[in-house]
Every structure is written in structure tokens, then in C-alpha cells.
């Protein structure tokens, strides 16, 4: 008889997560040194391809705002149709610009720079509002780079990014990426605060240019996925005779979780949709109900309740073994939730979210993994306006902890990696949450439309790597219709999240053009749900790249390799007859395999 013991390595304890509270930051199944080492390996081997920066580094002049001249353009930053002053309240070094008297929305400070046609920069800078306007709780800003052309006069506006709901009273990072157009000869970058009685500090700004990612980026992401999404599996003969003896690694899951999101209609057992539900099974492991758990799919009509469907899904789904994120509690921005909520006002709306919140964890309790708590927050504030209460939503995730304490709460977003304009918004937001909530990890969508910068989307995802949280990439998708080149992309997009140890899922928009947002994004196409050339990348990649099969002979009583991390089976042959099958999880800690013939 063969007996097949699976155990971590060395000092287990170090691989486990102790619980923490909410104000902590959520823990994963690796320790904090782990992911710091990982990520920090990630960086090395990254940085060793990319160019050196320029080595004037910072472009900006006076960019500390220690120097107290604001009246010359030529000394760095100056303000236009406004009053500035020093403060010795800084976010770094002894002072900061204090900016008052704004005549219009875009008066303030403002610099000009140096900057050449088709290279890329990133602006950072850190902001604090002295108040907002009466009768509001925020103020938008924005960094916005005015372009001109001083021969025919040419004018161009582009928002490099965007808060529409900054707090007052608080430092706060702004900035995001620019790409420099061709044809102008003039660059002002700007702040914009557009209550022009909205007072402000600027302060530790620097504009740098951004290095492309190398020709052979791909190497050192594929040596970075080797690095942190595998580890060692030593198998064992610890006696007994090894003649004629193999085993058979086959790895059943994947620890990184490969999803998309489904009809809750189609996915139920049914003839009318097998070649759906069948391409579902055969390619993703987890799923996202796309619509039906939406309060405005709901309760369209108040009190009228319809979960019937997104609840069906949820349990079949679940008893076939598929993991599922639950999208979404709540969705704040304007004409995403139902009408009847959206006249409500005050402890009314509060009294209704509280209602929702209940009716739709009580009938997915315990059933899912995540939830998406507010969806979109940083493009809408429906519920801070509503109720008048500006941190709302960090009581709704603590709310929808107490009703379903099992699924991680997370955050989710859009044109974060797609673009920079709101990047820094979201990381301050998850930053925010972090220290506040008991906020899990930040969600990405990641709706991406060609031609696809991997430069800028690495460095969008880097700004939010640094919060710290668990990422997933919740909503991808890749608009073109060339199938050829929506695999390539596809594989681009694919090996850059995957080799980004932050990173811990990536999920899909959809994938068959029957049903789907954006028929161009469709990884099957027809009534029999055939696999394009992007369908059949993405299976070669999750199913057969990013995964292992293997068989090894036992005559050296040793077997030593490395496998992807997740759920495997070990059948043990002899002859090839299999004598013994057992199952065994490879986490970060690796398997050691004591096999007693």
C-alpha cells in the first residue's frame, strides 16, 4: 500500500496568516517579508532592463516651492490671476505655496515646461484644500497641461489627471502619466481647482521622464513568473521498493484565480446554452454574476424583489466547485442604481441601502469570495451627496462585513490602468480605506482599447501596487476585432498582470459575442461558442503554460521539481497501474512528499 503525505517545508508557521482587525492591513497567505522580497526581485530584474533615467532627473523648476518668488514664470512655478505666499505648513521641507484669491476656475499656479514631442513624462505633486465651496463637502481638481503653438496659435487642453471629490484638509498626491503631442511648441502645466473660491497648498512636486519598457520585457516577466508563481515540490521514497514506479503531478486549480463574468441565465444547467456553459467549465475557475446581483436589477421597483436568478447562478456555480466574486453591493454613480432610490435623500437613503445591503448578503451568505462594495466610487458620490455623509462608503464596507463576514471586500474601479487621468485618485482612495476599513484589496477593470502602451499600463498598475493591498484585475477586456491581434495583446496584457506579484486574479468581461458588452472583446463567437484565436491563446496560457502536468520515474526514490502554485493530484503508478491517488495544495511554502511503498 502506498501512503501519500503532503506537508509544507520548513518552519510552516512562517506561511501562515495570523488574524487581524480592521484597521489592519488584510493579510494573504504570505507574510509581509515574502511579498516585499518577491517584489523587490520583480523590480531588480525589471530594472535591469530598462535605460537609466535622465540624469537631470527632476524637470520641474523650484519644484520643493521653497523659493518664494510666484510672480516669474522664468523661476519655476508662477500664479496666474491668483495670490500666492509661502507656508510653513509643507508636506515636506520647511515650506509650501499657499494659494488664495482665484479669480477663475483654472487660476492658480502654474508652470511651464521642457518637455519633447513623443516622449513620456509623469507629474507627482501634493496637494492640500484649505476649504471647499458652501455646501460642499469636496472639490475637484485637476492637473491639466495647456499645449500651444506660438506660430499659428494652435491651443490644447489635456486633464493628466483627475479628483473629482478631494476632501479639504488633508495632502493628498496628484499627478499622472503624459504623453507629449506633436505640433505645439509651448507646454503649461497647471492646477485646477474649479470652485474658484476653493484656497489651496501646493507642495514636492517633480515631473520625470518615464522609461520605456525594453524590447525583451517578456524575458524577465516570464523569469518573475518562474520566480513567484511557482515553487518546489520534493517528493520522497522514504522506503519500500521503487522499481517500475512513477508519479503523475497533475495540478487540478490554480492558485491565481482565472475568471470572467457570466449571464446568471445561461450558466444555470440548461440544453439551450451547453456550448456556453461548456466553454465556461473548460477554460475559468472563477466567476463574476454580471448583472443579476445589481440592486438595479434587483429591486428595480422598491420592495419588489428579483434575486431569484443572480442567487441560482450563485449556487450552481458554487457546487461545481467555481469560486465566485459578487458585483455589486452598491454603485453610487448617477443612473446606475433604481430610479425610486435615486429621488431619495438623507436617513431615507440610508434606511434603503441598509435594506439592500441585508436582502442581498443574506441570500449569498457564506457563498461567495468577494464582494465589490461600491462600485466606481471614484467617478461617483451619489451616496456622500445623498446623505450628506463624505465617508459613507467606508461605513458600507464595515456594514457589509458585519452581514456576510466570509467574502474579502474590495474596491473597483475604471481608466486606472486604461489611463492615468484618475490613477492617483484611486490610490489615495485605497490608501485611505486601507488605514480606515476592512477593505481586502483594490479591483481594477481594465477595459483596454488598442494600440495598448504596456509602459504606461506597468506604471499606472505600480502606482497602485503601492498601496500595498491585493490587486485584482476585475473586468478585462481588449477591444479589437482582429482576432490575431487580440491574442497577441491578449498574451501582452496576460503575462504583464500575471508576473506583477500584487497581482493575485484577473477576471474577463465576458468572452462569448452572444453576450457580451463589447462584441470586438469576444474570446468565442457563434452559436456554438467557437474559439477565436484569442480564446485559444488564453487556454494555452491558463491551461497548458501556466500550469503543471508532469510525470517523473521514482527509480532515483527522489523526485525534485518546481510546479505552479494550487490544487493538485499525485497518482502514484506502478507498472502503470495507479496504486494510490491523493490530493495536495502547493502553496508559497512549497510540498514536501514522503511516499512509504
Not at 439551450?272 to 461548456?278: G, I, R, V
Request: hydrophobic share 40%; with cysteine.
Amino acid at each position: 500500500m502506498y501512503i501519500v503525505r503532503a506537508i509544507t517545508s520548513v518552519n510552516r508557521d512562517r506561511c501562515l496568516s495570523a488574524p487581524v482587525s480592521y484597521k489592519q492591513r488584510p493579510q494573504d497567505t504570505e507574510t509581509d517579508a515574502t511579498v516585499a522580497a518577491k517584489m523587490l526581485r520583480f523590480s531588480l530584474v525589471i530594472a535591469i532592463l530598462l535605460p537609466c533615467a535622465a540624469s537631470d532627473g527632476n524637470l520641474l523648476v523650484n519644484s520643493d516651492l521653497e523659493q518664494g518668488d510666484f510672480s516669474n514664470a522664468n523661476s519655476g512655478w508662477f500664479g496666474r490671476r491668483c495670490s500666492t505666499s509661502l507656508s510653513s505648513d509643507s508636506y515636506t521641507g520647511n515650506n509650501s505655496v499657499r494659494v488664495s484669491n482665484r479669480q477663475a476656475k483654472w487660476a492658480g499656479i502654474a508652470q511651464s515646461i521642457s518637455v519633447e514631442a513623443g516622449k513620456q513624462y509623469f507629474f507627482s505633486g501634493f496637494i492640500q484644500l484649505l476649504n471647499t465651496a458652501a455646501g460642499k463637502m469636496t472639490a475637484e481638481v485637476t492637473v491639466t497641461l495647456n499645449y500651444r503653438n506660438t506660430v499659428t496659435g494652435a491651443k490644447k487642453y489635456v486633464h493628466v489627471s483627475s479628483v473629482r471629490f478631494m476632501q479639504p484638509n488633508m495632502w493628498q498626491r496628484i499627478g499622472g502619466d503624459i504623453t507629449i503631442l506633436s505640433g505645439y511648441d509651448k507646454y503649461i502645466l497647471y492646477i485646477q481647482v474649479y470652485s474658484p473660491v476653493v484656497d489651496y497648498l501646493l507642495d514636492t512636486t517633480s515631473l520625470t521622464e518615464l522609461p520605456s519598457l525594453p524590447g525583451n520585457w517578456d524575458v524577465a516577466a516570464d523569469a518573475t513568473i518562474d520566480a513567484i508563481r511557482k515553487t518546489d515540490i520534493n517528493i520522497v521514497a522514504t522506503s519500500g521498493r521503487v522499481d517500475g514506479v512513477t508519479v503523475e503531478i497533475q495540478q487540478l486549480t490554480s492558485e491565481f484565480g482565472f475568471g470572467t463574468a457570466v449571464s446568471a441565465d445561461r450558466i444555470v444547467q440548461s440544453s439551450n446554452y451547453t456550448a456556453y456553459q461548456n466553454f465556461f467549465y473548460d477554460n475559468f475557475e472563477w466567476a463574476t454574476i454580471e448583472n443579476k446581483l445589481k440592486w438595479s436589477q434587483t429591486e428595480r421597483n422598491k420592495d419588489v424583489l428579483t434575486y431569484d436568478a443572480g442567487v441560482t447562478a450563485v449556487n450552481e456555480l458554487v457546487e461545481r466547485g467555481i469560486k465566485v466574486r459578487g458585483h455589486t453591493v452598491f454603485w453610487g454613480v448617477p443612473t446606475k442604481d433604481p430610479a425610486w432610490v435615486q429621488s431619495l435623500q438623507g436617513d431615507a437613503l440610508v434606511q434603503a441601502m441598509v435594506a439592500r445591503g441585508m436582502n442581498v448578503t443574506s441570500r449569498t451568505l457564506g457563498k461567495l469570495e468577494h464582494w465589490d462594495v461600491n462600485n466606481e466610487n471614484v467617478h461617483g458620490n451619489f451616496y456622500e451627496e445623498a446623505t450628506g455623509h463624505v465617508n459613507i462608503t467606508m461605513d458600507i464596507f464595515s456594514a457589509v462585513r458585519s452581514m456576510d463576514p466570509k467574502p474579502k471586500l474590495f474596491l473597483n474601479d475604471f481608466a486606472i490602468v486604461s489611463s492615468g487621468q484618475f490613477t492617483q485618485a484611486y490610490r489615495t482612495q485605497a490608501m485611505m480605506f486601507r488605514s480606515e476599513t476592512p477593505v481586502y484589496g483594490v479591483g481594477i477593470q481594465s477595459h483596454l482599447k488598442p494600440p495598448l502602451d504596456l509602459t504606461l499600463i506597468k506604471h499606472r498598475l505600480d502606482q497602485i501596487v503601492e498601496v500595498g493591498l491585493p490587486i485584482w484585475i476585475t473586468e478585462l477586456d481588449i477591444d479589437e476585432p482582429d482576432q490575431n491581434k487580440k491574442a497577441g495583446l491578449l498574451e501582452d496584457v496576460l503575462r504583464l498582470y500575471f508576473s506583477t506579484p500584487a497581482v493575485h486574479g484577473v477576471t474577463l468581461w465576458g468572452f462569448w459575442d452572444g453576450k457580451i458588452w463589447n462584441t470586438d472583446a469576444a474570446l468565442a463567437n457563434g452559436e456554438s461558442v467557437t474559439p477565436n484565436a484569442a480564446g485559444v491563446r488564453w487556454h494555452q496560457l491558463v491551461k497548458q503554460d501556466w500550469r503543471t502536468h508532469e510525470t517523473h520515474s521514482l527509480a532515483d526514490r527522489t523526485v525534485r521539481t518546481r510546479g505552479f502554485k494550487g490544487n493538485y493530484s499525485l497518482r502514484v503508478k506502478k507498472d502503470g497501474t495507479t496504486v494510490q491517488e491523493q490530493q495536495f495544495t502547493l502553496g508559497s511554502c512549497g510540498a514536501e512528499i514522503s511516499l512509504n511503498l
